[in-house]
């Protein structure tokens, strides 16, 4: 993994001395809120509901052991024991005290962590695939390129106020475990027919009070061009996007109301002046950047695993956790292992300082000392032998993070929602304990089949509701919780906006809808048929019928 130089760390521990002066000068009296706002938005520290919130860049998901127990020293000294992971691949500690907080960032500087960029109208945290450089079916390793626009975007001093905020996402393989085309640029490898391995370029995308699928303005872009077509993109939305609107300040509208075909004319034109110029990416460099994700030192190893096969065979609690957890991996011999963060009754998300530590403890016993997140929630284990599952399976059932659920119905997405969010009207954290209470028989959930339920406390969309196969929005109705349904979302490579399925259903009644909704496609799928496939293919009557009539 890509670890700080110098001028990494040098830049990060500056910016913290910085905001300690900041915050030394706000609690004297003499900077007002107003005048503090911004300055601790660049940092990543909001002000929530109760407390302030510090939500700290995880650049592209990956961590290495070091990094996660200073995340977990974080927790347990300044927070309440625990952090929550979020869609964006950040943690986030909701518990932070204001004249703490330079502290808990200069500690995280010096294991190379910070908050820059986590907030504000800037260029957030670059994202991408978490089996990122494992994964069979990858064209190439995403990273490198994930790191290189991390350092082209850091305190760029054009975009560092954009009209609104601007997010970027990166896949390397044909399955889309980035959901590259709800951000506002996606960028997808793949092969041209002469075999370059080069982008699709995507842009427009969010979700937010109006949810749009990305439009592709570049079909193929050489990876020499990236920077440059990316700085056209930026200077175009830069001039062009709106500023007089909140609500309408996002890329998203500037595409919508121009169409992609206006915009990519404005993008070329921009890019034209650009593409020969100092961004142009050099091999020399790319190849500096791959050097610092080049592939772990693995032992040959068979591609089959007695252990494995015997505990399979053995014992059925470890079958399930396999079939659910455990990934393919490129390499013969080994797998990647997701860690899930949602165990039955649990707030989706969250680890404890305990359970990072343990976790940090078990990527070096088990792997190569690095941890990724995932934008579903969960923690990953990249690169852990077969033989090792059995053992590695046992440590995390101890410390409940081995329910076998990923890609289940209890492996919700959710926001803190309400609990913690000043900008929340609903609750969505006590909404998917009550689910995953009710779906908690394993061996229903693994019947039911591939199902993602993501819960979102406002029209933000911060638990990605729009693209759920089941998606619930919180409102307020009369000062009373309520929530909308959507139904036939997605995030794949098949992106695709839920339809909204009737009238807001209360908070007492929402747990019922679900599950209501989960039985008539238990009763309607056909063989093989996974929940999305079926409302798609019978339309929602059965379900709005199963919702309101039922009830």
């Known amino acids: 993994m890509y670890q700080y130089d110098t001028i990494d760390q040098t830049f990060v521990q500056q910016r913290v001395a910085q905001f300690r002066d900041q915050v030394s000068r706000r609690l004297a009296g003499e900077l007002a809120e107003d005048e503090f706002k911004p300055l601790r938005l660049l940092n990543g520290l909001y002000l929530q509901l109760h407390a302030y919130m510090l939500r700290v860049a995880i650049p592209y998901g990956v961590l290495s052991a070091r990094q996660l127990r200073a995340l977990a020293h974080v927790a347990r000294r300044y927070d309440r024991g625990y952090g929550h992971f979020t869609t964006r691949q950040n943690i986030q500690f909701n518990w932070i005290k204001l004249a703490e907080a330079p502290d808990a960032l200069a500690d995280l500087a010096a294991v190379g962590i910070h908050g820059i960029q986590t907030s504000g109208n800037t260029i957030r945290n670059v994202t991408t695939d978490e089996l990122a450089g494992v994964a069979p079916d990858e064209i ?8 290189l626009i991390r350092q082209w975007s850091t305190l760029h001093p054009e975009f560092s106020f ?27 490898m793949h092969r041209n027919p002469a075999g370059e391995v080069g982008f699709e370029v995507l842009v427009g995308g969010g979700l937010g009070r109006t949810p749009l699928i990305g439009k592709t303005i570049k079909p193929f872009l050489p990876k020499r061009d990236l920077l440059s077509y990316l700085e056209a993109v930026l200077r175009t939305y830069n001039l062009a996007g709106r500023r007089d609107n909140i609500y309408k300040a996002r890329i998203k509208i500037l595409v919508h109301d121009i169409g992609a075909d206006a915009m990519a004319e404005r993008v070329e034109a921009e890019w034209a002046q650009l593409r020969d110029g100092a961004l142009v990416v050099a091999d020399a460099d790319i190849a500096r950047l791959a050097a610092a994700f080049a592939p772990a030192p693995y032992a ?9 096969e015997h505990a399979r065979l053995t014992d059925a609690a470890f079958g399930r956790w396999l079939k659910r957890n455990v990934f393919a991996h490129k390499v013969a011999g080994y797998a990647a292992v997701k860690l899930s963060l949602k165990p039955i009754d649990g707030p989706p998300g969250d680890a ?31 690169d852990v032998a077969l033989d090792d599952l059995p053992a590695l399976w046992r440590a995390l059932d101890a410390l409940g993070l081995a329910t076998p659920n990923i890609g289940l119905v209890s492996d919700i997405i959710a926001c803190p929602g309400l609990d913690y969010c000043g900008l929340a009207t609903a609750r969505s954290i006590p909404v998917a304990q009550h689910l995953t209470r009710r779906f908690e028989d394993i061996a229903r959930a693994h019947d039911i089949g591939k199902l993602h339920i993501n819960i979102s406390g406002c029209i933000n969309a911060c638990g990605h509701h729009h693209v759920g196969h089941i998606g619930l929005l919180g409102v307020d109705k009369n000062g009373a919780e309520h929530y909308q349904i959507t139904l036939g979302g997605r995030a794949d490579e098949h992106a695709a906006l839920g339809k909204l399925l009737g009238p807001a259903v209360p908070y ?16 309607l799928r056909q063989d093989g048929e996974i929940f999305v ?3 798609k293919r019978v339309g929602p009557t059965p379900f709005k019928e199963a919702v309101y009539v039922a009830a």
């Not at 954009?162 to 997808?188: C, E, M, Q, Y």
């Not at 019922?512 to 238990?522: G, K, L, N, P």
Request: aromatic share 6%; net charge negative.
């Open 162 to 188: 954009l009209p609104r905020k601007f997010k970027i996402a990166v896949t390397g393989s044909p399955h889309d475990r980035a959901a590259v085309r709800v951000h506002d640029i996606g960028l997808r």
């Open 508 to 523: 007492d009644g929402v747990v019922d809808a679900v599950e209501r909704i989960v039985e008539t496609y238990v009763r």
């Open 300 to 308: 040959p190893r068979s591609p089959r695993s007695e252990a494995v």
């Open 533 to 535: 496939d079926t409302v």
């Open 140 to 147: 190439e390793d995403p990273r490198p390129w994930c790191e």
């Open 352 to 382: 404890t300082a305990d359970q990072m530590d343990a976790v940090a403890d078990l990527a070096e016993r088990y792997g190569f000392g690095e941890i990724r997140v995932s934008h579903e929630q969960n923690l990953v284990l990249p």
